[in-house]
């Protein structure tokens, strides 16, 4: 049973599924208003000006309301890609920063810069959550590690130059805090029932005003293919792991390439 308490359950946040599950709530609506509401839709032959005007306005609202939704996913996977880039420049910059630092000191950080930058491809590609959490407590434990080879060279010699390095470190791990945030980032679940809710109005006022239900059947199926679509593409978008629309990491796997090769 879908709960409200848990995202990973909710359907909202599995594209594949929201697809037929939306496209069949959607259908049984126009079915319901086209079969059940029949002296509805007599009501609405008479009153034929006042009712396409409600019927319009609630389609306009329902294309408006999507539009918006769109506009509002599309912009979390922008700002995902983003942060996506500046991860790949903050390490790319700290590890020629790290040449500030002792050699010994340098050397080590530079391992772990690597270490930590295959972990974070990892944060990116994986799609399991089971694996996502012992990734994400490696990356944990590697910025604790890599903030201690800064600490200690700095607090031995607190120069300028030293202090170049510290604060790229500290881009470093603010960048994946920001991107942790932009991740969790995602459209609100009372958006996706709101809409919803609309699109089921909008869905029962084509059936209440189709003619004959037999007669227009297939026609009853357009609206709710077309919505499902909608819904289904707004989802992958706004779905970081589960979508088949996904940042890929490329500025971290050509900085890795390059830093490996190196």
Known sequence: MITFLDDSVLVFRHPVVLFP???????????????????????AAELQEDFGVIQGATLTLLGLIIGFTFSMALGRYDQRKNYEEQEAN???????????LPAADAAKVRGLLLSYL??????YTTRDEQPLEQINASTAKLQAELWSAVQVPASAQPTPLIAL??????????????TQAAWWNRIPIAAWMLMAAIA??????????????KADSRLLVVLPLVVSIAFFLIADIDSPRRGVIRVIPQNLMSLGQSLHAH
Do not use: P
């Open 165 to 178: 390095a510290v604060a790229g470190m500290n881009d470093v791990l603010n960048s994946q805090g920001y």
């Open 21 to 43: 599950v939306s496209f069949l709530v959607l259908w049984l609506s126009a079915w319901i208003g086209a079969t059940w509401f029949k002296r509805f839709r007599s009501q």
């Open 118 to 123: 295959d972990q974070r491809v990892l944060f």
């Open 90 to 100: 903050a390490i790319g910059t700290e590890y020629i920063r790290v040449d500030l």
């Open 200 to 213: 089921i109005c909008a869905t029962l006022l084509v059936g209440i005003g189709a003619k004959s239900a």
